[in-house]
């Protein structure tokens, strides 16, 4: 999106503060649940924009939205960081923009957790809104960017966000990765965060996998989003492997495209029409420096710090069944309490239900102190 286009709220400023979670600035935002906006959620709405850093290290800042169901909560009031799954790459596509103009596919999700009193923040990512390219699948700035969310939520002025209540992590598909991402990073880069738990729903943990079955399919354009996040995040130009065609298309979704759009205007996208030399782009995964980058974003090589429920749908038909299944096997050969449960909703959207009825009770059991079970 060119800087005319973006609204000035989300332009970061020439210095940024000092810490981690420090929030930037913020203003009142809403969160409809229909595109004719005629239907409010629940809740106080902030949005933010916050400091985080990215996958080197480097201090950069990210927007998201904070909201403070008008529920009451008995106690501290629990928080959750929702990551959202996959948005696109465009500014457009930004969660706290799409909650704003009722255009938000995870609303309901995102309601669910606010009808229980619990405070709710939704972190944007690295480039999705503010400048430069969405890092689309990047394991750390994803992870680091909803940890930070928790902190800037907690530190937001005027919120009715608890200091002592319970926090967790809730994530579905990109969301499931950011989810697992954050509950592997959260011993060193937060731990003073006391999370309770993670909801890790169809995780993208394996790109190799996740490529292959992606690759013509009816989200064919969801890899396009990878090698555009990847190449952005390490330095790479994926230009260069690209036809004319392919660039025209990777502009489109760059720039204009959200998921919904996306998927109805390019089903079925091959990667081999794409690019210059008609191979495709698959190849590219199992040479330098492509396997090294996706090598560095595979899940399950860390030990969560917290419990983790992981849910999967059989009949997924964008992310392996097998994807969320080795994840569980792996974590729990680490030694980390996982539940893993399987459902047989047909197709990854429909099973973001599943994960959703799944998750309230599991949480209800993490805030109240209850043992988490485990499957490993």
Known sequence: MQAAERPPFYDPPATLPTHNGDVIRSERAAFYLDPLRLVRAGASVERIIYRTTDRTGKPIAVTGTVLTPHKAHSGPRPLVAFAPGTQGLADKCAPSRQMDEGTEYEALPIKHLLDQGWAVVVPDYQGLGTPGVHTYMVREAQGRAVLDALRAARRLHGADVSA??????????????????AAELAPVYAPELDLKGAVVGAPPADLDAVAASLDGSAYGAFFNYSLSGLGAAYGINIDAYLNAYGKRVTADLRDHQCTTQAIAKYPFLRSR???ANGRPLTERLKSAPWKEIVAEQRLGTRRPGVPVLLSHSRLDDVIPHTVGARLAADWCRLGATVKFTTNYVPGHIAATAATSIEATPWLKDRFTGEDAPTTC
């Open 164 to 181: 002592s209540g319970p926090l967790v992590l809730y994530g579905y598909s990109q969301g499931g990765g950011a989810s697992a991402a």
């Open 273 to 275: 029409f794409l690019t």
